[in-house]
């Protein structure tokens, strides 16, 4: 990144859009993109990418994130976990908020976003986080994402299971507000059920918390977002919240989507997250129902392999840097199309929270652009990751898909398997507040 170029200009690639997928140029003007359409003139002393048998996506925006810091930091912090981003292909990371502490007041808030704001090589923005009693402060944290409020305890201190607590929540927080939703009273009933996740946390924690969320979301017409859907059960209940006009949206992962229960057994603690891995139907149903869910999320959450061979293993995995090339195995194999991984990717996190210039190849918008070559074929975990965990749950999976570059705001911030950008680079999101 030591010459800065006014120009840039990617010539020749696949351009895909949630609408197309066409060859066609991309000129970046700056820290924006100036014009898309086929045989571009070529301004003076314009850099010339050549992407002939790339394609080119908007930067991938990942709405669910865990970067660990504060307090995690031997597991990622904001560079490690951004640089994992960039080299997923994601130039926007969104972080959850139960670090240590939880950011759950103005001053946890900004001290957070100063850390971020120094450390991190993508473009980022922070949740904030519910508390048993924060509704009238954490309203005022204009600075924040969304509020997150767990309905079911999972990693960290947070969590809102009482419906007083809820209540307040919806009352007084202005923005979106993205649940957890496993219910905690059905998460502690089915506890000491069953060997594992799946059978510690069945459908019916989730379903439970959906209903839920969707009939406050709807008393109070309150802007809502699920996070993590893993089941059709959940999908059904938002898909008839949506229809009756509940102002609704929501997330599936890539685990939720490419492992199933019988991988929890083959991976033990690696394979454990909150919500668990589920039943072949359920995997099923999620990839039936597609179009009713708003976008993908890795829910990226790192634990060291001690911590998660330790007799307490942590629920989460990471994320950041197999979800596109399983995404575009996807589409090798006929389940997923093109514009359709582009819309969960991409243009429809920006839309679910408001990303002003984020998520789009068009005039005007950031120079956000990953270049992948769709035919490299790759194992996951033959080169080392840069998440700090430095472990897959998807290890030895065979994918075809690799990224090349990626640019963020016009400057090219990582290329073939290196990472460009500096700690400092990456700029806090600005939100649209009329969404
Ligand atoms: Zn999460």
Redesign the pocket.
């Given at each position: 990144m030591n010459n800065v170029e006014k120009h840039v200009l990617i010539r020749n690639g696949t351009v895909v859009t949630p609408e197309t997928v066409e060859r066609t140029d991309v000129l970046i003007e700056g820290e924006t993109i100036a014009a898309v359409g086929p045989a571009l003139s070529v301004p003076a002393g314009a850099r010339i990418v050549e992407a002939s048998g790339l394609l080119v996506f908007p930067g991938l925006i990942d709405p669910?994130v865990?970067l660990r810091e504060p307090g995690g930091e031997h597991k990622e912090d904001f560079t490690s976990g951004t640089c994992a981003a960039l080299a997923g292909g994601f130039t926007t990371v969104l972080a959850?908020p139960n670090t240590q502490p939880p950011i759950t007041d103005q001053e946890t808030l900004a001290r957070t976003l100063a850390l971020a704001a120094s450390k991190a090589v993508c473009d980022f923005g922070l949740f904030a986080g519910a508390t048993a009693d924060n509704a009238t402060e954490v309203a005022g944290l204009g600075e924040a994402v969304g509020l997150k409020l767990y309905m079911g305890s999972s990693t960290g201190s947070l969590l809102v299971a009482d419906l007083a607590g809820q209540v307040a929540h919806f009352e007084h927080y202005p923005g979106l507000i993205a649940v957890?939703a496993e219910d905690e009273e059905a998460v502690a009933h089915f506890a000491e059920q069953g060997t594992t996740q799946g059978q510690r946390r069945p459908p019916l924690c989730a379903a439970l918390a959906v209903a839920r969320a969707l009939v406050l979301a709807n008393h109070f017409q309150h802007r809502l977002h699920i996070?993590?859907v893993t089941t059709g059960a959940e999908l059904a209940l938002i898909r008839d919240a949506k229809a009756r006009g509940v102002p609704v949206t929501c997330e599936v992962t890539p685990h939720h989507l490419f492992l199933t229960g019988t991988d929890e057994a083959r991976l033990g603690p690696l394979g454990r997250m909150n919500p668990p891995l589920r039943s072949r139907e359920d995997v099923e149903a999620l990839w039936a129902n597609l179009d009713g869910v708003d976008c993908l999320a890795t829910?990226h959450?790192p634990h060291t392999l001690e911590e998660k061979h330790s007799p307490t293993p942590p629920a989460g995995v990471p994320g950041l840097e197999t979800a596109l090339p399983l995404l575009l195995t996807a589409v090798h194999d006929g389940r997923l199309s093109l514009p359709e991984g582009v819309r969960l990717t991409s243009a429809g996190p920006a839309a679910v929270y408001g990303l002003l210039r984020k998520g789009h190849i068009a005039p005007g918008h950031d120079a956000d652009l990953t270049l992948v070559d769709p035919d490299a074929e790759w194992s996951i975990g033959e080169r080392s990751l840069f998440t700090r965990c430095g472990w897959s749950p998807f290890e030895g999976r065979k994918v075809k898909g690799r990224v090349e570059r990626v640019f963020l705001r016009g400057q090219e911030v990582y290329a073939h398997g290196e990472v460009l950008a500096r700690p400092g680079y990456g700029r806090a999101v600005v939100i649209s507040r009329s969404r």
């Open positions: 669910h865990h959850m957890h996070c993590h829910d959450a």
